[in-house]
Protein backbone atom coordinates (compact mmCIF):
# COMPACT_ATOMS: atom_id res chain seq x y z
CA UNK A 1 0.00 0.00 0.00
CA UNK A 2 1.20 3.58 -1.01
CA UNK A 3 1.54 5.93 1.23
CA UNK A 4 -0.43 9.54 1.27
CA UNK A 5 0.30 12.67 -0.43
CA UNK A 6 1.38 14.62 2.09
CA UNK A 7 -0.90 17.67 3.94
CA UNK A 8 -1.61 20.25 1.78
CA UNK A 9 -0.70 18.47 -1.53
CA UNK A 10 -1.35 20.66 -4.85
CA UNK A 11 -3.06 19.81 -7.58
CA UNK A 12 -1.67 22.28 -9.96
CA UNK A 13 -3.08 22.29 -13.24
CA UNK A 14 -6.98 21.59 -14.17
CA UNK A 15 -9.89 23.17 -15.35
CA UNK A 16 -13.62 24.01 -14.67
CA UNK A 17 -16.04 24.13 -17.98
CA UNK A 18 -19.48 26.03 -17.12
CA UNK A 19 -21.76 24.77 -16.27
CA UNK A 20 -22.74 25.91 -19.84
CA UNK A 21 -26.00 27.37 -19.20
CA UNK A 22 -24.43 30.29 -16.65
CA UNK A 23 -20.71 30.36 -18.30
CA UNK A 24 -21.43 30.94 -22.19
CA UNK A 25 -18.29 28.78 -24.11
CA UNK A 26 -16.34 30.98 -26.72
CA UNK A 27 -17.63 29.78 -30.36
CA UNK A 28 -14.12 30.85 -31.29
CA UNK A 29 -12.64 27.55 -29.24
CA UNK A 30 -13.46 23.82 -29.23
CA UNK A 31 -16.35 22.86 -27.55
CA UNK A 32 -15.41 21.06 -24.29
CA UNK A 33 -16.90 17.29 -24.07
CA UNK A 34 -19.28 18.18 -21.44
CA UNK A 35 -19.70 20.41 -18.57
CA UNK A 36 -16.86 20.11 -15.82
CA UNK A 37 -18.38 22.30 -12.92
CA UNK A 38 -16.48 23.28 -9.59
CA UNK A 39 -18.44 20.86 -7.93
CA UNK A 40 -16.81 17.95 -9.96
CA UNK A 41 -13.53 19.32 -9.28
CA UNK A 42 -13.94 19.61 -5.71
CA UNK A 43 -15.34 16.13 -5.49
CA UNK A 44 -12.30 14.79 -7.19
CA UNK A 45 -9.41 16.49 -5.50
CA UNK A 46 -11.38 16.15 -2.32
CA UNK A 47 -11.02 12.31 -3.32
CA UNK A 48 -7.58 12.48 -4.05
CA UNK A 49 -6.46 14.49 -1.42
CA UNK A 50 -5.40 17.14 -3.04
CA UNK A 51 -6.47 19.91 -0.54
CA UNK A 52 -4.73 22.67 -2.55
CA UNK A 53 -5.18 23.81 -6.30
CA UNK A 54 -5.01 25.81 -9.02
CA UNK A 55 -7.14 26.20 -11.63
CA UNK A 56 -6.34 27.05 -14.94
CA UNK A 57 -8.74 29.47 -17.27
CA UNK A 58 -9.50 27.12 -20.27
CA UNK A 59 -9.83 28.51 -24.01
CA UNK A 60 -13.62 26.98 -23.80
CA UNK A 61 -14.30 30.36 -22.15
CA UNK A 62 -11.92 32.74 -23.46
CA UNK A 63 -10.82 35.75 -21.96
CA UNK A 64 -13.99 35.71 -19.65
CA UNK A 65 -12.29 34.18 -16.56
CA UNK A 66 -15.57 34.22 -14.61
CA UNK A 67 -15.90 30.29 -14.00
CA UNK A 68 -12.84 29.93 -12.75
CA UNK A 69 -13.17 33.07 -10.73
CA UNK A 70 -16.23 31.70 -8.81
CA UNK A 71 -14.73 28.74 -8.03
CA UNK A 72 -11.69 30.18 -6.48
CA UNK A 73 -14.60 31.95 -4.69
CA UNK A 74 -15.68 29.11 -3.18
CA UNK A 75 -12.33 28.02 -1.59
CA UNK A 76 -10.43 30.78 -0.98
CA UNK A 77 -7.75 30.20 1.00
CA UNK A 78 -6.91 26.68 -1.10
CA UNK A 79 -7.71 27.61 -4.37
CA UNK A 80 -5.75 29.88 -6.89
CA UNK A 81 -6.11 30.45 -10.88
CA UNK A 82 -3.94 31.43 -13.92
CA UNK A 83 -5.82 33.93 -15.98
CA UNK A 84 -6.23 34.34 -19.85
CA UNK A 85 -5.86 37.78 -21.02
CA UNK A 86 -5.84 39.80 -24.02
CA UNK A 87 -2.27 41.64 -23.34
CA UNK A 88 -4.19 44.96 -23.80
CA UNK A 89 -5.78 44.57 -20.50
CA UNK A 90 -6.32 47.01 -17.88
CA UNK A 91 -3.70 47.61 -14.81
CA UNK A 92 -7.26 47.52 -12.94
CA UNK A 93 -8.14 44.32 -14.01
CA UNK A 94 -5.03 42.39 -13.25
CA UNK A 95 -5.29 44.06 -9.50
CA UNK A 96 -9.14 42.74 -9.30
CA UNK A 97 -7.85 39.50 -10.69
CA UNK A 98 -5.16 39.37 -8.22
CA UNK A 99 -7.61 39.76 -5.33
CA UNK A 100 -9.27 37.38 -6.76
CA UNK A 101 -6.74 34.95 -6.42
CA UNK A 102 -5.11 34.87 -9.85
CA UNK A 103 -1.67 34.20 -9.93
CA UNK A 104 -0.41 34.10 -13.62
CA UNK A 105 -1.44 34.49 -16.98
CA UNK A 106 -1.44 31.86 -19.47
CA UNK A 107 -0.97 31.97 -23.31
CA UNK A 108 -0.91 28.77 -26.25
CA UNK A 109 1.32 28.15 -29.00
CA UNK A 110 -1.29 25.25 -30.21
CA UNK A 111 -2.36 25.49 -33.77
CA UNK A 112 -5.70 23.95 -32.99
CA UNK A 113 -6.11 27.50 -30.23
CA UNK A 114 -5.08 29.92 -32.63
CA UNK A 115 -1.99 31.59 -33.42
CA UNK A 116 -0.21 32.52 -30.39
CA UNK A 117 0.65 35.69 -29.34
CA UNK A 118 3.42 37.94 -30.36
CA UNK A 119 6.56 37.67 -27.85
CA UNK A 120 6.80 41.16 -27.42
CA UNK A 121 3.78 41.93 -26.36
CA UNK A 122 3.58 39.53 -24.18
CA UNK A 123 6.54 40.57 -22.96
CA UNK A 124 5.02 44.15 -22.26
CA UNK A 125 2.19 42.52 -20.07
CA UNK A 126 5.07 41.00 -17.86
CA UNK A 127 6.25 43.73 -17.01
CA UNK A 128 2.72 44.89 -15.74
CA UNK A 129 2.22 41.77 -14.04
CA UNK A 130 5.66 41.46 -12.54
CA UNK A 131 4.89 43.55 -9.70
CA UNK A 132 2.11 42.18 -8.46
CA UNK A 133 4.10 38.59 -8.10
CA UNK A 134 2.39 36.79 -11.06
CA UNK A 135 4.31 34.08 -13.53
CA UNK A 136 3.98 33.42 -17.42
CA UNK A 137 2.68 29.71 -18.13
CA UNK A 138 3.18 29.03 -21.81
CA UNK A 139 1.53 25.99 -23.37
CA UNK A 140 2.15 24.91 -27.20
CA UNK A 141 4.06 22.58 -29.45
CA UNK A 142 7.66 21.50 -28.16
CA UNK A 143 9.32 23.54 -31.59
CA UNK A 144 7.77 26.70 -30.46
CA UNK A 145 7.74 26.89 -27.40
CA UNK A 146 11.28 25.43 -26.53
CA UNK A 147 12.97 26.86 -29.35
CA UNK A 148 11.63 30.42 -29.81
CA UNK A 149 8.90 31.30 -27.14
CA UNK A 150 10.27 30.60 -23.74
CA UNK A 151 13.66 31.32 -24.19
CA UNK A 152 12.47 35.34 -25.60
CA UNK A 153 10.04 35.34 -22.62
CA UNK A 154 13.10 34.26 -19.88
CA UNK A 155 14.43 37.68 -20.79
CA UNK A 156 11.63 39.33 -18.87
CA UNK A 157 11.02 40.19 -15.46
CA UNK A 158 9.04 36.88 -13.97
CA UNK A 159 9.12 33.22 -14.14
CA UNK A 160 7.91 31.19 -16.78
CA UNK A 161 6.37 27.96 -16.45
CA UNK A 162 6.19 25.28 -19.15
CA UNK A 163 3.28 23.03 -19.53
CA UNK A 164 3.00 19.46 -19.99
CA UNK A 165 7.07 18.63 -19.57
CA UNK A 166 6.44 20.68 -22.89
CA UNK A 167 4.82 18.18 -24.88
CA UNK A 168 7.46 16.65 -25.98
CA UNK A 169 7.36 13.22 -27.80
CA UNK A 170 8.15 10.52 -25.11
CA UNK A 171 8.75 7.66 -28.07
CA UNK A 172 11.91 10.04 -28.63
CA UNK A 173 14.03 9.10 -25.11
CA UNK A 174 15.92 11.21 -23.10
CA UNK A 175 19.01 11.98 -25.82
CA UNK A 176 16.62 13.85 -27.97
CA UNK A 177 17.15 17.61 -28.61
CA UNK A 178 13.75 18.41 -26.93
CA UNK A 179 15.04 17.09 -23.86
CA UNK A 180 18.28 19.19 -24.35
CA UNK A 181 16.64 22.12 -24.81
CA UNK A 182 14.28 21.38 -22.02
CA UNK A 183 17.64 21.16 -19.25
CA UNK A 184 19.03 24.16 -21.01
CA UNK A 185 15.90 26.27 -20.13
CA UNK A 186 15.45 24.84 -16.65
CA UNK A 187 19.82 25.75 -16.09
CA UNK A 188 17.64 29.32 -15.81
CA UNK A 189 16.17 29.80 -12.55
CA UNK A 190 13.32 31.49 -13.62
CA UNK A 191 12.01 28.83 -15.86
CA UNK A 192 9.83 25.91 -13.96
CA UNK A 193 8.27 22.42 -15.73
CA UNK A 194 4.59 21.44 -14.90
CA UNK A 195 5.47 17.79 -14.90
CA UNK A 196 1.81 17.02 -16.17
CA UNK A 197 0.58 15.47 -19.08
CA UNK A 198 2.79 12.08 -19.09
CA UNK A 199 -0.93 11.21 -20.96
CA UNK A 200 -0.54 13.40 -23.07
CA UNK A 201 3.34 13.13 -24.30
CA UNK A 202 2.70 9.29 -24.48
CA UNK A 203 2.82 7.23 -27.04
CA UNK A 204 2.40 3.72 -25.33
CA UNK A 205 -0.33 4.55 -23.57
CA UNK A 206 -1.60 3.89 -19.85
CA UNK A 207 0.34 3.25 -17.37
CA UNK A 208 2.45 5.51 -19.22
CA UNK A 209 5.82 3.93 -18.91
CA UNK A 210 7.30 5.43 -21.71
CA UNK A 211 6.23 8.84 -20.29
CA UNK A 212 7.12 8.40 -16.30
CA UNK A 213 11.01 9.07 -16.67
CA UNK A 214 11.04 12.38 -18.21
CA UNK A 215 8.95 13.59 -15.43
CA UNK A 216 10.80 11.52 -12.89
CA UNK A 217 14.24 13.27 -14.26
CA UNK A 218 12.78 16.90 -14.08
CA UNK A 219 11.55 16.39 -10.47
CA UNK A 220 15.55 15.03 -9.42
CA UNK A 221 17.62 17.62 -11.63
CA UNK A 222 15.36 20.48 -10.54
CA UNK A 223 13.44 20.05 -7.69
CA UNK A 224 12.79 23.41 -6.54
CA UNK A 225 10.91 24.23 -9.71
CA UNK A 226 8.27 21.48 -10.63
CA UNK A 227 4.43 21.64 -9.77
CA UNK A 228 1.95 18.74 -10.99
CA UNK A 229 -1.48 18.81 -11.96
CA UNK A 230 -3.58 16.17 -13.41
CA UNK A 231 -4.75 18.74 -16.07
CA UNK A 232 -8.80 17.45 -15.42
CA UNK A 233 -11.08 17.16 -17.15
CA UNK A 234 -8.34 16.62 -19.89
CA UNK A 235 -9.60 19.07 -22.74
CA UNK A 236 -8.72 18.23 -26.62
CA UNK A 237 -7.26 14.87 -25.54
CA UNK A 238 -6.12 12.33 -28.11
CA UNK A 239 -5.63 9.13 -26.37
CA UNK A 240 -7.58 7.45 -23.65
CA UNK A 241 -9.57 9.78 -21.16
CA UNK A 242 -7.11 8.51 -17.55
CA UNK A 243 -8.38 7.55 -14.60
CA UNK A 244 -7.49 10.12 -12.07
CA UNK A 245 -6.62 7.93 -9.25
CA UNK A 246 -3.99 5.53 -11.42
CA UNK A 247 -2.93 9.10 -12.45
CA UNK A 248 -2.45 10.66 -9.21
CA UNK A 249 -0.94 7.25 -8.09
CA UNK A 250 2.00 7.73 -10.69
CA UNK A 251 3.46 10.88 -8.45
CA UNK A 252 5.12 8.23 -6.30
CA UNK A 253 6.56 6.99 -9.41
CA UNK A 254 7.54 10.89 -10.65
CA UNK A 255 8.97 11.50 -7.28
CA UNK A 256 9.74 8.67 -5.17
CA UNK A 257 11.43 9.90 -2.30
CA UNK A 258 9.42 11.73 0.48
CA UNK A 259 11.15 15.03 0.12
CA UNK A 260 10.61 15.25 -3.46
CA UNK A 261 7.15 14.91 -3.22
CA UNK A 262 6.78 17.13 -0.27
CA UNK A 263 8.77 19.61 -2.93
CA UNK A 264 6.83 18.83 -5.73
CA UNK A 265 3.10 18.87 -3.84
CA UNK A 266 3.31 21.42 -1.65
CA UNK A 267 6.40 23.80 -1.10
CA UNK A 268 6.89 24.43 -4.36
CA UNK A 269 3.40 25.42 -5.26
CA UNK A 270 3.20 27.66 -2.09
CA UNK A 271 6.09 29.38 -3.23
CA UNK A 272 4.56 29.62 -7.06
CA UNK A 273 1.64 30.39 -6.36
CA UNK A 274 1.42 32.19 -3.00
CA UNK A 275 -1.23 30.09 -1.26
CA UNK A 276 -1.89 31.86 2.29
CA UNK A 277 -4.70 34.60 2.74
CA UNK A 278 -6.29 36.44 -0.18
CA UNK A 279 -5.59 40.58 -0.07
Sequence with gaps: MRPSLPPLSCNAHC?????????AYDPASPPPRADAPKEA????????????????????HGTDNSATEEAIAARPQSYRGVALVDVSVADAE?????RAGFRGVRFNYMSHLGAGED???????????????????IHGSPDEVLGHV????LAGPVPVVIDHIGRIDASLGLDQPHVTAIRRLMDNEACWMKVSGIDRITKSGPPYADAIPYARALVAEYPDRVVWGNDWP??????????????AAHIFDIAPGEAARQRLMVANPARLYGFGAIA
Design 15 to 23: HVFGPGVRF
Design 94 to 98: LRRLD
Design 150 to 153: VPAL
Design 119 to 137: IGAVLALAGRIADLGWHLQ
Design 41 to 60: LFALNDRLGLERCVIVQSKV
Design 234 to 247: HPNHQGPIPDEAAL
